[in-house]
Each structure stands twice: as C-alpha cells, then as structure tokens.
Nanobody
Framework: QVQLVESGGGLVRPGGSLRLSCAAS????????MDWYRQVPGKQRELVVS???????NYADSVKGRFTISRDNASNTVYLQMNSLKTEDTAVYYC??????????????WGQGTQVTVSS
C-alpha cells in the first residue's frame, strides 16, 4: 500500500520560508520520480516541481530561484524548501508519485495535502 504523508505547512509572512516534507512508503522510493503540486480553490492543481530518481529537477517558472526540491533516499523523504514566499504561493501543497502496476498501467498516488498560507 502506497502512502505519502506531507508535513510542514503553516502560516508565514511574505518573504518568509517554510520547508515541506513528504514521507513515502510502499514504493521503491529511490526508483521513483517525486513531485510537488499545489492547488488553490477554484483552480486546477498545478505542478510546482519534479525530481527524478537520478536527481534531475524541473521547476515551474513561478518558483524558480525561490524553491528547492531535494530527496533523501535513505529515509524515503522528499523535501520542498520554499524561500522568499509570496502571497500568491498560498495553496494546498500535495506530494505525488506514480508507478506501473503488474499490468503496466499507471497508478498515481497523492498525499493528503498541507496548507501553506502566506499573509501579513
């Protein structure tokens, strides 16, 4: 059973920092790409950043230079360091991964989400 458990959200002032964590279980973590998405009410969930099993990163333009994704394969955890936060970063942040099942079908997995609120 695949589980993704996020933590680290909260309320922060503009310009502040937060670090999100996502602990994964039920997958061969080191072989999986991991992603962070975010969603605000009334809008589609958007990809913030991905990290491949090899460590390659792909950031959305809106967060480049401010957010950093990293992974610790020893603890099956992916992190999102968010600096210079802006009010427009306010959203629920979700950890995501996907695997191929025994029939070759893609199975997507999501965490429960963690709220990040940037406000003065």
């Amino acid at each position: 059973q695949v589980q993704l458990v996020e933590s680290g959200g909260g309320l922060v002032r503009p310009g502040g920092s937060l670090r999100l964590s996502c602990a994964a279980s039920g997958i061969i973590f080191s072989m999986n790409a991991m992603d962070w998405y975010r969603q605000v009410p009334g809008k589609q969930r958007e990809l913030v950043v991905s990290i491949t099993s090899g460590g390659s990163r792909n950031y959305a333009d809106s967060v480049k230079g401010r957010f950093t994704i990293s992974r610790d394969n020893a603890s099956n955890t992916v992190y999102l360091q968010m600096n210079s936060l802006k009010t427009e970063d306010t959203a629920v942040y979700y950890c995501h991964t996907w695997v191929r099942d025994g029939r070759g079908s893609r199975q997507d997995y999501w965490g429960q989400g963690t709220q990040v609120t940037v406000s003065s």
